[in-house]
Structure formats: structure tokens, C-alpha cells
């Protein structure tokens, strides 16, 4: 069994020009989170925790989601049961790989203990994507001390051309996570489809809005002849006029 080791991670929302003597890490405004391991699992209900602490296994793996929001706080402090949860801003709100604060890290406890992380993103669908950097930290002798660990922890390094060679460097909030150009499309042979997934909603709902069970008079706010279409289409893409639905009438159709 693995030594007891706690992950502590500040979280510096100003970086200082200052660094302070002893542990390594920047002086100024921080946030401060322990990432402990146990050797049992925790039982307890730690949802909406405001702690400072996060449990995970000691052996084995665990997972701690990340969620976007306007502070840093520990959502779910149990990652030993299911998955821990934890908030934090947007480190590089405009994708441009410049960060609004960084973070640092060092291990504690008994010297020799380790832990290895790695930052993932999973989609909408399920799949999952994971850095090919990870972060490991190790309990030497000693006095342990802070280093920089933002690149690991707030960036992920992916591969984006199917050629199995991480080649990109993505922010984890980032709305572009993955790209699949044509060429790999090409070389791997991938057939890609395309689905609204709406099946057989547009029937059902042309059958409501005939039998009158739905009143569409609400949201159709413009009416346009067909010669003024690209009017409306115009309109709509750019939100004038409080438009919510415009409607192109075919004048002479029946």
C-alpha cells in the first residue's frame, strides 16, 4: 500500500511579481485545496461541501470533475465513492492560452508517497479525451515545495489529426476541445454521419400545432415575402428587432 499523500494546489488569482521564501509558493491572493488519500473509502454525504479538501483512494484511481463557475469551491468532496466534484473560473476565458491565474502544487506526507494526474475531457456523447501530459508529484525527504503545475492542470495536450501524436494544446474550458480534419478522416477511412436527432418529432408536432393543442401565434414575430428572404434570414442571424421565428410566405403556392 502507497504512502498517505496530500495533493495541495493554490490556486493564485493574481500572479505576483514576489515570490515568498521557505515553501515556493507565489505570495498574494490564493486559494487554497488539499487533495488527501485514504486508505478506506468515506461513506459520508459531502455534496455542497465548502471545504477546502478533496478525498480520493489512496491506491487506485479517482476522478475529480471540473465545473465551470464564477469562484473556486469544492462541489463534491467524496472521490472515493463515484466522482468529486470541484468549481473554478475559466483560466483562459478568451482561448487564448493566457491564463487569469495559475497553479501550483507539492506533495505531502510520509516521504516516498506519489500520485499521478492526468486532466481529461469527456463530451457529450461519452468519449473521453485525455492529456498526454500528466502531473506527478512525489513526497521526497525534505522540506516539499511549490512548483507551477498550471500547464498540466489547465490545458490539455491532445492529438487533433488521428495520427496517435498529441499535437495541440487546448484550454479545459475551451468550446473547440477536438478538431478531425480531412485528411486523417481520409486516412482512417471514417464515415461520418450527420443526425437532427428529432426521428419523428417534426410529424408529431405538425399533428399538435393541426389539431390546435398548440398556439404557434406567440413566437412567429415577422412575416416576410418570398423576394424579401434574404431579409429575414439576415434578421434572424442577427437577432434585430426582438425576431424570435420568421415565417417566408410562398404567395401563389397551394
Request: hydrophobic residues 40%; aromatic residues 8%; glycine residues 8%.
Amino acid at each position: 500500500m502507497r504512502t498517505l499523500v496530500i495533493f495541495a494546489a493554490i490556486l493564485i488569482m493574481i500572479a505576483p511579481a514576489v515570490f515568498a521564501t521557505g515553501h515556493g509558493a507565489p505570495s498574494g491572493p490564493h486559494y487554497n485545496l488539499n487533495i488527501i488519500g485514504v486508505p478506506k473509502d468515506k461513506s459520508a454525504d459531502m455534496t455542497d461541501n465548502q471545504g477546502h479538501r478533496i478525498f480520493v483512494k489512496l491506491d487506485g484511481k479517482s476522478k475529480i470533475l471540473l465545473q465551470e463557475g464564477d469562484s473556486f469551491q469544492v462541489l463534491d468532496a467524496n472521490g472515493t465513492k463515484g466522482s468529486a466534484k470541484f468549481q473554478l473560473p475559466d483560466p483562459d476565458p478568451f482561448d487564448q492560452m493566457v491564463f487569469d491565474y495559475s497553479v501550483y502544487a507539492r506533495a505531502l506526507g510520509t516521504p516516498h508517497g506519489w500520485a499521478r494526474v492526468t486532466t481529461c475531457y469527456e463530451d457529450e456523447w461519452g468519449d473521453q479525451y485525455c492529456s498526454a501530459d500528466s502531473l506527478v508529484l512525489e513526497r521526497s525527504k525534505g522540506q516539499s515545495k511549490f512548483v507551477d503545475v498550471s500547464k498540466e492542470l489547465l490545458t490539455l495536450f491532445v492529438d487533433t489529426d488521428g495520427d496517435g501524436v498529441a499535437d495541440k494544446r487546448v484550454g479545459i474550458f475551451d468550446e473547440e476541445m477536438i478538431e478531425i480534419g480531412p485528411t486523417p478522416s481520409r486516412r482512417k477511412g471514417l464515415t461520418i454521419k450527420f443526425c437532427r436527432r428529432t426521428k419523428h418529432a417534426v410529424e408529431r408536432a405538425l399533428d399538435l400545432v393541426a389539431r390546435g393543442l398548440v398556439d404557434l401565434t406567440p413566437i412567429i414575430t415577422h412575416r416576410f415575402p418570398l423576394e424579401r428572404a434574404r431579409e429575414a434570414f439576415e434578421m434572424v442571424k442577427d437577432k434585430r428587432d426582438g425576431v424570435i421565428k420568421a415565417v417566408i410566405e410562398m404567395g401563389g403556392m397551394e
